[in-house]
């Protein structure tokens, strides 16, 4: 049995783009900073799938919004002038924005 699931709470580090591939279907690609043991910042690649997840679930979301993620991880390879390369990057099942928590009086 192979379990690929992935859950990841983090900043949106750049403002989310939208792309249409040739297929016709529509990704928001964004990246997020995630705490990292030794409080470093790991940028994760997160592609966020339109027909999976809706667009409207994306409207409010933006660069220093903190967030939950969850999906898979996934291994892309393709081809550029450059030669073989490969991506690895989270695709999204559902995304949260999480609102800021208020410190006790």
């Known amino acids: 049995m192979t379990v690929n699931v992935v859950v990841l709470a983090g900043t949106v580090a750049a403002d989310p783009v939208e792309r249409r591939m040739p297929s016709g279907d529509e990704v928001t690609e964004l990246r997020l900073s995630v705490p990292e043991a030794g409080k470093r910042l790991l ?12 667009k409207r679930v994306l409207k409010p979301i933006a660069k220093g919004d903190d967030v939950l993620v969850y999906g898979q991880l996934v291994r892309r390879f393709y081809r550029s002038g450059a030669g073989a390369r490969s991506l690895t990057e989270v695709v999204d099942a559902g995304i949260k924005k999480l609102e800021p928590v208020e410190a006790p009086d």
């Open 43 to 54: 940028p994760l690649p997160v592609s966020v799938w339109h027909k999976d997840v809706g």
